[in-house]
């Protein structure tokens, strides 16, 4: 049978960088867009917050991670207003944004394997779980932004949270160090799409113009 690891404290550590990455994500995004400080740090929370909100929704996991814990909120929303003093000194925006929200994806699809194996879901919901965690948040910032959401452009995106989803649920049975493990995927599943955007690793295309004579 398979099994994840416990929640253990590198999965609590990673998860306080991740809700930090994705509110810098978030606020370069809205710097783009020219938004106010507020509409700043409420995009940041969405996108930290939304993948988890909707996790917790679908499986009927309540209460809802930022309401049992509101420093969830105020983290995202700090690091946005940082992200804000700090822009016109970081060169290169474009790679920190690839890399961070990388860090966001990898380390929330964890988070959503761990929420779905302690509420004994199958391992189809426990991937589904982890995938909804790390995507969902990056797509609805991407939406608010009136961007084309990263899932549907860019390298392998999705796919990326289900290789590391089902590492993290599945080979746990090498009887690994539970800390260890959770490093081990973190670094597999950042390697993967930090390759994925460097040598434009993509999935088949559909394509259908509706153009074609018969």
């Not at 929640?7 to 960088?17: C, G, K, M, P």
């Amino acid at each position: 049978m398979w099994s994840l690891p416990p929640t253990d404290s590198v999965l609590h550590l990673l998860a306080f960088v991740a809700l930090t990455a994705e509110g810098m994500t978030a606020a370069l995004a809205a710097g783009r867009r020219s938004m106010d400080y507020v509409g700043v740090c409420l995009l940041a929370c969405v996108t930290a917050l939304g993948g988890g909100t909707l996790r917790d929704l679908f499986l009927g996991h309540y209460p809802l991670v930022w309401v049992a814990n509101p420093i969830y909120l105020a983290l995202p929303g700090g690091a946005a207003l940082l992200t804000i003093l700090i822009a016109r000194l970081v060169h290169r925006l474009h790679l920190a944004f690839i890399v961070l929200d990388a860090i966001g994806l990898v380390v929330f699809t964890m988070i959503g394997c761990n929420v779905g194996w302690q509420m004994d879901a199958s391992l189809p919901i426990v991937i589904v779980s982890g995938m909804v965690t790390g995507c969902a948040g990056g797509v609805l910032r991407d939406v608010l932004c009136n961007d084309v959401p990263l899932l549907f452009r860019s390298e392998l995106y999705a796919s990326v949270s289900v290789v590391t989803g089902l590492f993290y649920a599945t080979a746990f049975g090498l009887n690994l160090n539970a800390e260890l493990w959770t490093i081990l995927t973190f670094v597999l599943g950042l390697s993967f799409r930090l390759l994925a955007v460097r040598y434009s690793w993509e999935m088949p295309k559909f394509v259908f113009t509706g153009d074609e004579k018969r």
